[in-house]
C-alpha cells in the first residue's frame, strides 16, 4: 500500500518559527448544536490569544501511574503521584482514577478550556507560554501542526460551561512504564528498568512512590489494561484516532504498540492517522515485524524522535542500555523508511555531560543529514545537577562559547536548533543565580544522588560507560567543580 507522506521540517531559528506550512490532517468535527459560548466571553482576535490551544479539546494524556493531564508538558497539581514536572500536589494520597469520560469534560477541564478562550494566562501552560524547554513549543505542535484549522471553531464547540461536545483524536497513553533502558534523567515512574534497580537495592519508600506498594500496583495495572487500554481499543475501533503518539516507558517493545498499529491497518483508516514516536531505537523489528516495512508505509505520515542525549560512551553513560552502534544502525536504516530522512529526527536533550559529546554529535547530524530536535533537561529543582545551569555563570560561558564557535560556522538549517538552544542556555539565570539561598546545598544532594548511581551501576570499571570525573575532566573547571568540597564553595 503506498501513501503520500505528510512531511516535517523542523528548523528552529531565533523565533520559534520552526514549522514549515503542511496541510493539516484534521478535519473539522461537525457542529452537533449545543449553544456555543457567549461571543463577550471569547478573546475576539484568536492570532493574538496566546493562551489558545487545540489541546484540551482533541488530546488525551495519562501516565503510567494512572495521571490524567492536558498534555504531558502541563504543569498541573498530582491526585496520586507527583511527576517530575508537576506542581505540588496530592502526592501519596488514596490512588482513585478517573476514566476519560470522568476526566474530558470534568469541572477543571471545563475551566480550562474557558479560560483558554478568554485568553487567561494559565500556570498549567508555563512550560510552553514560558519556552521553559525549548524555543519551539508543544503548543506549535498542536496548533500549527496537527490542528490549525480547528482553532477558529473550537468556541462553536464549547458550551457556556466549557463542555466540548468535541471527543479526543490524539492520544498519548503510557499504559505501562516497560523499559529496558536506565536513562540517568529519567527514573522509576517512567522506566521499568529503573523502577527494578530501586526495588533490587531497597531505594524506595511507600511515603515518596507510593505506587510502588506491590497491593497499589496490582490497583494500578489492572486499570490501566482493563480501562486505559479498553479506552485507547474503542478510540480506534471508532476510527475515531487521528494522531497517535508512542512514548513510554519504550513503545517498540510493547505488545500493545505493535498489536494497535496492526489494528489501525486492519480496520481501514490508516491512510488518515499520524503516527509519533519518542523511541530509544534500540529495537525497530518486534516478533517478526519491520517498523518501517510493515507498519508506517499504511500511515498518513509519522515522526520518530530518536531520543539519544551523547554519542559514543558518553551516550552509554547517559543512556544505561544504549549501544552507540546499535543506535546508528537502526537510525539509518529508518532514515530509508517511507517517509525518508524528514521523518525521523536526532531528539536531543542536552545535559552537562552531553555537551562534552555535543561537538560529536552535530558532526554526526552533518553527516547523517538528518533533523535534530533539541531541548533542555528538565530542571525545577536546583539538585538536576546533570542540567548545564547547575554551572557556575563564567565556567558554564566558556564552555557555551567554545560549542557555538565549533558548531555556528557549519551549521545547518537541521542542526539550527543545536545552535539556537545553546544561545538560550547563555540567557538562561543559573541555578547559583536563580536559587541563591539553596543552590549550594541543592548541588550537594544532587552530587551525592549521582555518585551513589554511579557507584551501583559501576561506572569506569573496565566494560562499563566512563565515570562523571571522566568525563569532566575534558574541562579542568567543570572537574574543580564537580569535585570541590563546602570549604571551597565560597570561592565559586
Partial sequence: MTTKYMTFSMYQGAMNRIFTKIK???????????????????????????????????????????????????REKSSFVQQYIDQPGHSGVNYNPKTLEEHWNSEYMRNIRLKMLRGEKLSECEVCQDQVLNLSTYKDWFNKFL????????????????????KPISYDYRIHNTCNFKCRMCGEQLSSAWESEKRV????????????????????????????????????EEKRIREIYWVGGEPLVWDLHWNMMQKMIDLGFSDQV???????????????????????????????????????????????GLNWENFLANFKEMQMGPGGKDSIALDVTLTLPGLFSLKDMF????????????????????EIVLSPLALPRDVLNEVLADLIAYIEPRVTPKTQSIL??????????????????????????????????????????????????????????????WNRSRKSEAKL
Fill in 201 to 236: 537495592h531497597n531505594e524506595w519508600s511507600e511515603k515518596n512512590d507510593p505506587w510502588m506498594i506491590p497491593e497499589v500496583k496490582v490497583k494500578i495495572d489492572g486499570f490501566q489494561k482493563n480501562v486505559v487500554e479498553a479506552e485507547l481499543i474503542q478510540s480506534i
Fill in 147 to 166: 490542528f490549525p484549522d480547528l482553532l477558529k471553531d473550537l468556541a462553536k464547540h464549547t458550551d457556556q460551561t466549557g463542555h466540548t461536545s468535541l
Fill in 24 to 74: 493539516s490532517i484534521f478535519r473539522s468535527p461537525s457542529h452537533v448544536g449545543q449553544e456555543p459560548v457567549k461571543a463577550d466571553l471569547i478573546q475576539s482576535d484568536i492570532e493574538s490569544n496566546r493562551s489558545l490551544c487545540v489541546v484540551p479539546w482533541t488530546h488525551t494524556f495519562i501516565s503510567p501511574q494512572s495521571e490524567r493531564r492536558m498534555c504531558c508538558a502541563s
Fill in 420 to 481: 539556537e538552544t545553546l544561545r538560550d542556555l547563555q540567557r538562561r539565570p543559573t541555578f547559583q543565580e536563580a536559587y541563591p539561598d539553596t543552590y549550594e546545598e541543592a548541588f550537594y544532594r544532587g552530587r551525592y544522588h549521582q555518585l551513589k548511581v554511579s557507584a551501583r551501576r559501576k561506572d569506569g570499571e573496565p566494560g562499563k560507560p566512563p565515570s562523571l570525573n571522566d568525563i569532566y575532566s575534558k574541562h579542568p573547571k567543570v572537574y574543580e567543580w
Fill in 274 to 320: 499520524f503516527c509519533r514516536y519518542n523511541t530509544n531505537l534500540s529495537h525497530i523489528k518486534f516478533k517478526g515485524k519491520h517498523l518501517g516495512k510493515d507498519l508506517l508505509p499504511h500511515y498518513k505520515g509519522y515522526l520518530i524522535c530518536a531520543s539519544i542525549d551523547g554519542t559514543g560512551a558518553i551516550g552509554e553513560w547517559i543512556r544505561t
Fill in 363 to 382: 558532526d554526526v547530524a552533518i553527516e547523517l543529514d538528518s533533523q535534530v530536535i533539541t531541548k533542555i533537561i528538565f530542571a525545577f529543582d536546583p
